[in-house]
Structures are given as structure tokens and as C-alpha cells.
């Protein structure tokens, strides 16, 4: 998601604001002469209008980047249309590639969708390697694979990622008896989830009064995933979810962690998640960039500066997304261009500096905006290396088309169970009944 359920976004260099979102369905197409998907004037006689279709907010414009690049092209026109959330724009995506038509001339895809797209659109989409100034080393190379096709076409450039940290409060892990300096709390669980779980444990035995360790089972089973190459399907596109070793470590290990009431017995992003956050009844949480919007929009005013972020015990990725380029758009050419300026490194700083949106481009990770980034939750923490660290160690995932179905069936209808009373083989029995009957539809 980009969270989605990263539906946050990121406010200036200290990533605040939970997303706010808007705009309508998927419609219209680039017009030539000057009249935008909506029917309004489109910047003037002669000049050409690029239209953008997006979920929640990117930040191009609130960053300033959709006027800075009209003043260098005169003769263009910026448009976009961002529909609220990404559950409700894919479908309207998918429609659209499936008939090849309605498509704007640049239309946003999210990582949890890039593999579907790559695999069964890719023929409607331009391949953006070939354009000109576009290098793959830009990127980062899992970023870059992502949309890459087998055959080797490129079919979206990335913006940001979403690289994990564990975000923790520094008060709590002090009551607990545990160190509150970033690097010292990395240590703890540096490599390994099992090490994750006994500072859990630790935690618990001076726990103060009325929290958990960790905010949801949900939370650490995805922390957990996504820091594994393979996950729910092959490189050959099989589903091996029910036989991965490593989703049923994981999803034991979440158990696990359940059972010991190292857990709010919550699902994230619903309301009662979001009050155990405001009332602090938690004390760590599976944290990519933009997650620290997300708790400065839930918190309450006295817990600025009492988090802090340290790294994942293995680095792993939660968000991001791309942009393509539908070859039946009317200003391909131009929409090529826009795409390649609108990802280069130059623009992702900017993006990270005023909106937050953690860069996919590893030649920012020594900038200024970066190094120096600060937040008003985390206070002095490094957050800009901590993050930029975790995002060059992501291992290449391979991802599905049906990862997010496969994903919330493991979460909300699997481990959530243990804190309810299942036993562990009891939730992973329902969790595999509930995904493959969905699969099935």
C-alpha cells in the first residue's frame, strides 16, 4: 500500500500527517488541445495537457514539482486525479487496461498491484527503459526488478519505498529496564526475529502497567514477511504460501508472540488500534518512513519526542509505488518525459524534504535532506540513515498478484485469532480456509 493500508502520507522532512485524500474515480484522457479530462480549460491555446491518475497523495504537486516543471516546459499542462484509496482505484485501473481504454497518460500503480500489472499488462505499457535520461541504476535494484517484465521491459519507474524501522517509545522501553539510544536498542534484535521476541519478553516482565510490547499481530507478521525473499508464490508464479518455510516461521513466530500477550489483540488502522496508539498502550511497532505520520496524526501532543527509531531485526519493505505509461495516452512522448523527471533523484529529494515520500533512488541517501532529516515525534534520531540503511538491504521479494488477499487472510482471519483464545494450529487452519476460498472466486 502506499501505506495502503498505508494510506498515510508525509508531511515535510519530519514525515507528518496521516494522508489526507481525495478526488474522483479514473477519468478522461490527455487533450491536446488544451482541455483538461474534466472539461476545464487546460492551461491555454496550443499547449498540451498531461494527465495523471493517482491514489492518495503522492506530494508532485504539494511539493511544487508539477509548477516548477511547467515554467521549464511552457508548452505544458499539468492534471491530476487522485481517487481516495488504492482499493478503490486498481479495480477501476484494471477495467480500464482490460480494455485499453479511458487511461490517462500517466497512471499510478502500487506496489502490492506493480506484479500483476507487470505480468498481464505489460504489452499496454511503455517500456520507460528506453527513455531517455532513465538509468536503472537510479534505482534501487529491488525496486527496479519490481517492475521489470521477464523479458526485461520496465514498465514503471519508482517513487518512493517504504523501508522498516522499529519505531518504539523511549519512556516505556526506560520503565521496562531496556536502552532507549537507537543503535543500543538495534543491537538487541540486530538479525534476528527470535531476538525481536525475547526483548519482548523481556519487556513484559517490568512492563508498565496496562501495555503490550508490540501494537498488533498483524503489525509483526507483515514486519516479519516482508523481510523474506519469498514469501507466497515462486519465481515461476506458483502460490506456495501453505508450504514456504518461511511463512509458517513467521506466522509461528507471531503466535508465538500472541500467546505470550506480547501483543494488542487489535487490527491496524481501526479505530480501537488507533486509541491504544493515542492512550500508549504499546511500545514498539513495525515502523517504515511514512508510519511517523501516521502516529503524530494519532497521538497526543505530549508524545512528540518520546519515540524513536531503530533498525528492523532484517531489513524489509512496506509501501511504495510507480508510475507507467499507457501506450494508448494521447501525449506518450511528452508523458514519458514528465515520468522520468517526475522519479529522477533531484525530484525524490524534493519530494522527501517537503512531503516525507522516503526516496527510491540510493543517490539521495547522502544528501543533506536525507542525512540531516529529523522528526517531531523521534526527536534527534538519525531517522534519514536509519531508513536509507534498511532501504538498501531489502532483498528482491518476488510478488504476486494476489500477495495483499494472501496477506490479510494470514493476519485478520489467522494470528488475530491466537489473541482471542485459538491455539496456533486452530488460527493457521482458518486463516488457509478463508485465503483459499477467496483465491478460488
Not at 529529523?374 to 538519525?382: C, E, R, Y
Amino acid at each position: 500500500m502506499r501505506a495502503r493500508t498505508r494510506t498515510a502520507s508525509r508531511k515535510a522532512v519530519v514525515l507528518a500527517a496521516v494522508v489526507s485524500l481525495g478526488g474522483a474515480l479514473l477519468a478522461g484522457c490527455a487533450n491536446d488541445s488544451g482541455g483538461s479530462s474534466d472539461g476545464t480549460s487546460g492551461g491555454g491555446k496550443g499547449k498540451t495537457t498531461i494527465t495523471l491518475g493517482l491514489f492518495g497523495t503522492f506530494g508532485f504537486k504539494e511539493a511544487g514539482l508539477y509548477k516548477e516543471y511547467e515554467k521549464l516546459h511552457p508548452n505544458i499542462t499539468i492534471k491530476d486525479t487522485s481517487v481516495e484509496q488504492n482499493a478503490n482505484y486498481y479495480p477501476a485501473l484494471v477495467n480500464h487496461l482490460t480494455t485499453n481504454s479511458g487511461l490517462m497518460d500517466i497512471q499510478a500503480v502500487e506496489v502490492g498491484n506493480i506484479a500483476e500489472v507487470t505480468s498481464t499488462f505489460a504489452d499496454k505499457l511503455e517500456d520507460l527503459s528506453k527513455v531517455n535520461g532513465v538509468s536503472e541504476s537510479n534505482w534501487l535494484d529491488w525496486k527496479w526488478k519490481q517492475a521489470t517484465t521477464s523479458g526485461g521491459q520496465t514498465i514503471g519507474l519508482g517513487t518512493d519505498v517504504g523501508p522498516l524501522g522499529i519505531c518504539y517509545r523511549k519512556d516505556l522501553f526506560q520503565q521496562a529496564g531496556l536502552p532507549t539510544d537507537p543503535a543500543a536498542v538495534g543491537k538487541l534484535w540486530a538479525g534476528s526475529w527470535d531476538k525481536f521476541i525475547s526483548v519482548g519478553e523481556q519487556y513484559k516482565k517490568k512492563a508498565p502497567s496496562g501495555t503490550t510490547f508490540m501494537d498488533s499481530p498483524g503489525g509483526l507478521l507483515n514486519a516479519i514477511l516482508s523481510s523474506e525473499s519469498t514469501k507466497f508464490y515462486d519465481a515461476s508464479g506458483k502460490i506456495i504460501y501453505k508450504t514456504n518455510p518461511a511463512v509458517k516461521t513467521a506466522f509461528d513466530t507471531t503466535a508465538k508472540a500472541a500467546q505470550e500477550g506480547l501483543v494488542q489483540a487489535q487490527t491496524q488502522f481501526q479505530p480501537s488500534w488507533n486509541s491504544t496508539m493515542a492512550n500508549n498502550k504499546f511500545a514498539a511497532i513495525s515502523c517504515p518512513p511514512w508510519m511517523l505520520g501516521y502516529i503524530k496524526g494519532q497521538s497526543k501532543a505530549d508524545a512528540a519526542g518520546k519515540w524513536a527509531v531503530a533498525q528492523s531485526p532484517k531489513a524489509g519493505n512496506w509501501g511504495g509505488s510507480f508510475l507507467t505509461v499507457p501506450k494508448s495516452g494521447k501525449n506518450v512522448a511528452e508523458a514519458e518525459k514528465l515520468v522520468a523527471w517526475l522519479t529522477a533523484p533531484a525530484q525524490q529529494t524534493k519530494l522527501f524534504s517537503v512531503q516525507g515520500n522516503f526516496p527510491s533512488a540510493p543517490a539521495t541517501y547522502t544528501t543533506a535532506a536525507v542525512t540531516g532529516a529529523k522528526n517531531d515525534m523521534t526527536g534527534d534520531a538519525p531517522i534519514g540513515t536509519i531508513f536509507a540503511e534498511a532501504a538498501k538491504s531489502i532483498p528482491v521479494q518476488i510478488i504476486g498478484p494476489k500477495d495483499q488477499i494472501i496477506q490479510d487472510g494470514l493476519a485478520n482471519n489467522g494470528v488475530i485469532l491466537v489473541t482471542k483464545g485459538k491455539s496456533p494450529a486452530e488460527a493457521w487452519n482458518t486463516a488457509v480456509k478463508t485465503i483459499d476460498n477467496s483465491l478460488d472466486k
